[in-house]
């Protein structure tokens, strides 16, 4: 555990200083123009951070998948580089949520310049939970998502099968994601996640999804504490700790001699 | 007034005599002697808040349209026992917290009762002439598991339908007679309508009234084969060191409600204990994860993700996955615990009654297969959270199965060897506890 913290930490020092340095290795522009050539910023983001592995035209290397094959495209780019799973250090690293080293401005470049790639997939959807329908989305969510990601949106651990590629698969909560996000992977199913395409949802069941996704975010947590929402791993932890433990206590307090 | 109201009542019932005498008996002093206690007043409050919940609790499966104070669920179909858990849970003052004292109570109860146990235990106050009351006490665990289960499983959400749908499973895959038993506990196949109605006859009418019963029974035989005490300056076997009833032990006793009262209600008032209303309606075709069950379960979830995929087809019969770790796992169990009092008797040839506890050192043997016992349920309670302890440490949850796999089979022996050697070793050297033990007395092993 101790390890899997410094780990973290590590990783996030790392990534916190490819973004500064990412700041600072940015383009430099002109003051005062309005008409920024993205395709071109795109091409020297993409060149520096993703052909390393992807291919100059994104059509993969031994350490890296394709982009221009199945639902690779805006959607799927802009959900990898905005959660920060993207770009990785590594191809053996874990890809998993942080902090995007990239402005959104940088990553409407780099889209727009992967745009040249002709890639198959979905685009960025437009998404307004405002409009969806809690409780449909709390149906459609226990139906669909709950599996993997849990009731409560603390998201899971996946059995593989013994498939090695996907050995360290988990379900990623889903307490940091915005809509747009949890949209875009809808549409693209990264990982090991189906598709859960227009051919499944209408456009009204998904917006119901994310308003029932934003909701667990912050969930009514009418009771007390909610400990991790976890359910009855920690409410047992705590019925010896904070339960049994101090009634113990007081036997041994009321059980002296008098 | 009063004097002449107890005189009254004494005339007619002859209760002083009684009383006086009821008020002066002895009870020894140790702390572990409370643990009963302990669980008996859980129970009570179990039965107070239990009480509450039952007036507002509707226990049907028939479904309406939820239209209530909570959001999110508004104009989903649930059933009504769900509905009136969340109304509990929304609507109903002090609904809540009653709700939640009583499922901490629940899981406080079974706790203590297995602590309880533990010092019955170890301490071989199971001998001669307390089998009948260890036979007592094991079914009261048996029956306090049977209803936390039960009570567990009646808001029909969908964690605690989950827990019915493997319970379901379980009696399914027990061999010839599995689905006739099904269908009869059932009531059909599962989701069947009737199963929520049942469980609450159980959950608030036999279980209960049975645990009533079974705990004044084991109270009075405590009463009257009078408590065991440790060995001590005057303690013998044939009296009881310690303090009478009242004043002492009464204000003990009313202060250990005061204190279980105040640690539930604590509990109850702060922090959650399953929050159904994000778990959802029970829906046949969903499921939660992660997903545990209470604590005191643990153990058998464990073993059912434990085992591995073996199935036995004999005589035309198959003998289902789920039958060893959940139905043939207990039934040893449970079997051996019912056993212990005259396998030990049988074992040692020790037949003669004792009131004297022993200390774990005294009988090395019982103490270390205790521990082996011990931390082997240890092994399966943990695996019941594998998925869990994956997603943490970011490790297949196939490895961290077949890892308690292993810790199953090496774990339990180690554990017991090694308690062997220090309780022998405290025998030997006298050593007033573990950390008072010399060095020397670990690596020599021979009697001096």
């Known amino acids: 555990m101790r390890r899997a913290v410094f780990g973290y930490l590590l990783v996030s020092v790392l990534l916190a200083g490819c973004a500064y340095f990412g700041d600072q290795t940015a383009p430099y522009r002109a003051p005062g123009v309005v008409e920024v050539d993205t395709v071109t910023d795109g091409k020297t983001l993409y060149m520096r951070d993703c052909a390393w592995c992807h291919g100059n035209e994104g059509q993969g290397t031994e350490n890296g998948p394709s982009l221009t094959t199945g639902t690779n495209g805006p959607a799927m780019t802009d959900f990898v580089l905005s959660t920060g799973r993207m770009p990785i250090n590594h191809p053996d690293q874990r890809v998993q949520r942080h902090a995007s080293i990239y402005t959104p401005r940088d990553i409407e470049a780099i889209i727009d310049y992967m745009e040249t790639f002709e890639a198959p997939g979905p685009d960025i959807p437009s998404v307004d939970p405002a409009r969806g329908d809690i409780g449909e989305g709390a149906e459609l969510y226990q139906d669909n998502c709950a599996a993997c990601h849990a009731s409560t949106g603390i998201g899971g651990a996946l059995s593989v099968g013994g498939s090695p590629e996907q050995a360290t698969a988990v379900a990623p909560p889903l307490n940091s994601s915005t809509p747009q996000e949890v949209a875009e992977a809808m549409l693209v199913g990264p990982g090991t996640m189906p598709v859960f395409g227009p051919e499944t949802f209408t456009e009204h069941e998904v917006n119901s999804i994310l308003a029932y996704v934003e909701y667990l975010r912050d969930p009514n947590n009418r009771g007390g504490l909610p400990m991790g929402r976890i359910g009855p791993w920690s409410e047992g932890a705590a019925a010896w700790i904070l339960g049994l433990g101090p009634l113990m206590l007081l036997i041994v307090w009321i059980g002296r001699k008098v | ?448």
Not at chain 2, 224 to 247: A, C, D
Request: glycine share 8%; aromatic share 14%; net charge neutral.
């Open chain 2, 1 to 448: 007034m009063i004097k002449r109201l107890t005189q009254w009542i004494d005339d007619r019932l002859g209760a002083s005599s009684f009383a006086k005498q009821a008020l002066n008996k002895v009870f020894p002093d140790h702390w572990s002697f409370l643990l009963g206690e302990l669980a008996l007043y859980c129970f009570l409050i179990l039965v107070l808040t239990g009480v509450f919940l039952s007036f507002f609790f509707d226990p049907s499966v028939s479904e309406s349209v939820y239209r209530g104070e909570y959001e999110p669920l508004n104009g989903v179909h649930v059933s009504n026992a769900y509905k009136s858990v969340l109304d509990l849970s929304f609507e109903v003052r002090a609904g809540l917290v009653m709700r939640q004292m009583h499922h901490w109570a629940a899981l406080i109860f079974i706790a203590a009762m297995f602590v309880h146990m533990l010092r019955i235990f170890f301490t071989g106050a199971f001998r001669r002439p307390r089998e009948i009351n260890w036979l007592i006490g094991l079914t009261l665990l048996i029956l306090g598991l049977l209803n936390g289960f039960s009570g567990y499983s009646l808001p029909d959400d969908l964690l605690s339908g989950t827990g019915l749908r493997i319970a379901y499973s379980v009696v399914l895959s027990i061999p010839v007679i599995g689905t006739w038993m099904a269908f009869l506990v059932f009531g059909g196949e599962f989701p069947a309508e009737q199963i929520i109605e049942r469980l609450f006859v159980v959950h608030i009418f036999i279980v209960p009234v049975a645990i009533a019963g079974l705990m004044t029974a084991h109270l009075a035989i405590v009463w009257r084969q009078k408590h065991t005490q440790f060995p001590g300056p005057g303690r013998t076997e044939g009296n009881v060191v310690g303090e009478k009833l009242w004043p002492t032990y009464m204000t003990k006793s009313m202060a250990l409600f005061f204190g279980v009262s105040a640690v539930v209600a604590i509990l109850g008032g702060l922090v959650q204990i399953n929050p159904v209303w994000l778990y959802g309606p029970f829906r046949a075709e969903q499921i939660p994860s992660p997903a545990q069950p209470d604590w005191y379960l643990g153990w058998l979830e464990g073993a059912l993700r434990l085992f591995p995929p073996w199935e036995i087809r004999a005589f035309g019969f198959e003998l289902p996955n789920p039958f060893y770790p959940a139905i043939l796992l207990p039934g040893i169990t449970f079997n051996l615990l019912y056993l212990w009092p005259f396998l030990e008797a049988k074992l040692t040839g020790d037949r003669e009654p004792h009131h004297l506890l022993e200390r774990a050192r005294d009988h090395p043997v019982r103490t270390a297969l205790g521990i082996a016992g011990l931390a082997f349920y240890l092994v399966l309670f943990a695996a019941a959270s594998n998925d869990l302890l994956s997603k943490w440490l970011k490790i297949p949850v196939e490895s961290i199965t077949n890892a308690y796999r292993v810790l199953l089979l090496v774990f339990p022996p180690v554990a017991g060897l090694i308690t062997y050697r220090l309780m022998d070793a405290l025998r030997r050297t006298g050593a007033e506890g573990l950390m008072h033990l010399p060095l020397s007395a670990l690596t020599r092993r021979t009697q001096e």
